[in-house]
T-cell receptor, first 112, second 113 residues
Framework: KQEVTQIPAALSVPEGENLVLNCSFT??????LQWFRQDPGKGLTSLLLIQSSQREQTSGRLNASLDKSSGRSTLYIAASQPGDSATYLCAVNDNQGGKLIFGQGTELSVKP | KAGVTQTPRYLIKTRGQQVTLSCSPI?????VSWYQQTPGQGLQFLFEYFSETQRNKGNFPGRFSGRQFSNSRSEMNVSTLELGDSALYLC????????????FGQGTRLTVV
């Protein structure tokens, strides 16, 4: 049974710092992994989708890597800003359908 | 391009009642998935519909059901509501199968009293 873990559960950093969020999964047979952002009480915003054949994806200040063999992904945020404060969730798709398996998320706070 | 639309945004219901939530996916998308989000359990998969057929199902009781219409809009129904059903219900839209990106709506906040 696929399980997804995110460490740390919460993170507080000063503005301008570069930071790394971690995601691990127990079964390496995945189709893809997706990173999301969620603001309090809101829906999920897709940040990056990495297919199983890819090693990394980049969008602006965000870079996500994927190491399938070790069951790990990282989300790198460069030059963090207070507007980056949110909960970040990773989810794996290990089936041909649309079922995503989510981690518990990392709550990020960027202090001005 | 319009995003994923969920209605209503907020609902308050009484124990024992039933409720229907609606999700309109992105135009052209054929897959709609539903998730329940609670502080204790996080995001849990309910079910997925693709071209009007249920393709995947999570581990929820039969009180939770859904359907998809020919225009890809989907509804989720919960019967005999319990206090524990209070949650944020999110739907996700995909163009096709599991290789495509999932886009989420803003959710419906259901409170059962």
């Amino acid at each position: 049974k696929q399980e997804v873990t995110q460490i740390p559960a919460a993170l507080s950093v000063p503005e301008g710092e570069n930071l790394v969020l971690n995601c691990s999964f127990t079964d390496s047979a995945i189709y893809n992994l997706q990173w999301f952002r969620q603001d309090p009480g809101k829906g999920l915003t897709s940040l990056l989708l990495i297919q199983s054949s890819q090693r990394e994806q980049t969008s602006g200040r965000l870079n996500a890597s994927l190491d399938k063999s070790s069951g790990r992904s990282t989300l790198y945020i460069a030059a963090s800003q207070p507007g980056d404060s949110a909960t970040y969730l990773c989810a794996v798709n290990d089936n041909q359908g649309g079922k995503l398996i989510f981690g518990q998320g990392t709550e990020l706070s960027v202090k001005p | 391009k319009a995003g994923v639309t969920q209605t209503p945004r907020y609902l308050i219901k009484t124990r024992g009642q039933q409720v229907t939530l609606s999700c309109s996916p992105i135009s052209g998308h054929r897959s709609v998935s539903w998730y329940q989000q609670t502080p204790g359990q996080g995001l849990q998969f309910l079910f997925e519909y693709f071209s009007e057929t249920q393709r995947n199902k999570g581990n929820f009781p039969g009180r939770f059901s859904g359907r998809q219409f020919s225009n890809s809009r989907s509804e989720m129904n919960v019967s005999t509501l319990e206090l524990g059903d209070s949650a944020l219900y999110l739907c996700a839209s995909r163009a096709d199968g599991g290789n495509t990106e999932a886009f989420f709506g803003q959710g419906t906040r259901l409170t059962v009293v």
